[in-house]
């Protein structure tokens, strides 16, 4: 049996907006509100959603590099979301983050050596032999000419430089990394190269990982299953191939929608979402996506629609749930299927074919 390396429930993070003389506390930032996932074991974790919607706050209060204001957060078994001192330091080797920018996360006055080396000495790990040969063989692993360590990060590609960062992350033999946006900063032609690394170093060394993207493409790619985040909530996941072929929330389908595809048989109506991301210090009363959302009605300004999971697909959308429910007590009104849409699809899939909300393509921008 596969168990969850990584478990968390009910996550919170709400940051306090300070205003005035005496910087008196006037409200909350919700950047994460209520979240609830696990990760299996040797599993990639997808975690797509809009800018601002809260994926990399999540990814650094899971790793406790900010303190949750509520929540639980389970690694391999253990509870780690009080934990302190030389117990949270223990944890902390587990799992480590590889960040978006390649500049801007890797000190410019320390050596690649020292870079790579820090972690090992702030664990204690092992003599100064021992740990030089460690950063020489990271090095090695990633791609980089040991040889080169006593260079500066400024003498390296944008490639070169995450693959610094990837070397720092590893040479702490973690279990679980949280790749924050590890690709977005880099050349597209460079992108590929970083991908294959992490998948090779996923599978040489039984990583766990959590893929932060916006790139809806490259999660699939890499991704086992999917989250998908709006306004610090996590309103769908689901395996990739289930929410690739049939996304169940509105919100999913105008995200994939926008995906370009050379594939006809992927080839999805663009829908265009009107209006900005609301600010996650004010979200909207119940369904926090219903003024975007094609498809709202009264109900969904009323009440927040539970996360419910059918046939593995988890999405909260009060609409999909009805239609689901009326599927499954008259079989027989089920629709035709669609492109997307075979015989064996599951009930949850077949649903996603009843939901009006693709509309043709209007002046505005891109959902993500
Ligand atoms: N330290 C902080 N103090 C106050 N607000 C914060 C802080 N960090 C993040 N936020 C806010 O929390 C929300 C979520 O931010 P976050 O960076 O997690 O989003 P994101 O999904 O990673 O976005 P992006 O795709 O642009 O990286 C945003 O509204 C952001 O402004
Ligand atoms: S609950 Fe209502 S507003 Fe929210 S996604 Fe579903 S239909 Fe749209
Ligand atoms: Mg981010």
Redesign the pocket.
Known sequence: MTHSLLMVRELRQYFPIRRGVFRRVVGHVRAVDGVSLFIRRGETLGLVGESGCGKTTLGRTILRLIEPTEGQIDFDGQDITRLRGRALRAARRDMQIVFQDPYASLNPRMTVRAIVEEGLKIHRLGTAAQRLEKVAQTLDEVGLDPSYMDRYPHEFSGGQRQRIGIARALALAPRLLVLDEPISALDVSIQSQIINLLTELKSRHSLTYLFISHDLSVVEYIADRVAVMYLGEIIELATSEALYRNPL???TRALLSAIPSIDPQRRRQRIILPGDVPSPANPPPG?R??PR?P???DL?RRQA?PLVTIDDHAFA????QRELAQQRTAPDQRPQPGPHDDDSAAPAAKAAGRIPGAQPEERGSPPA
Do not use: K, Q, R
């Open positions: 929330h509105p919100y369904c996506f219903h959302c498809l709202a009605e969904c629609p959308c009060h609409v999909v």
